[in-house]
């Protein structure tokens, strides 16, 4: 099985910043996708940003100019900074990834536990 973990989010101010780190372990040959969604009251799980192989990168249209993803691909590690930070931004931002499983490119995906964004005055 994979185990994503997911750390910090928290409460900050509009205009303010904030960095959320995820940490894939388990049973993982190789990452092909790793990235983050979000899901605010009422809505539906929506994508925000994702990283792959050879390092293309994409973003929500709400977020570009404003988030940037890192990924470490030797560590298992994706890193989202959020700056200009909006109540709009409030949600559960879930970790996710897109994985081989094995030396036989079995394909899996997992998703973290979700860390709560609040993004208020």
């Known amino acids: 099985q994979v185990l994503l973990a997911e750390s910090g989010g928290g409460l900050v101010q509009p205009g303010g910043s904030l960095s959320l780190s995820c940490a894939a372990s388990g049973s993982i040959f190789s990452i092909i996708v790793m990235g983050w969604y979000r899901q605010a009251p009422g809505k539906q799980r929506e994508l925000v940003a994702t990283v792959i192989s050879g390092g293309r990168t994409n973003y929500a249209d709400s977020v570009k100019g404003r988030f940037t993803i890192s990924r470490d691909a030797a560590k298992n590690t994706v890193s989202l900074q959020m700056n200009s930070l909006k109540p709009e931004d409030t949600a559960v931002y879930y970790c996710?990834?897109?994985?081989?499983?094995?030396?036989?490119?079995?394909?899996?995906?997992?998703w973290g536990q979700g860390t709560q964004v609040t993004v208020s005055s």
């Open positions: 996710y990834a897109d994985l081989f499983s094995d030396r036989y490119y079995t394909r899996n995906e997992a």
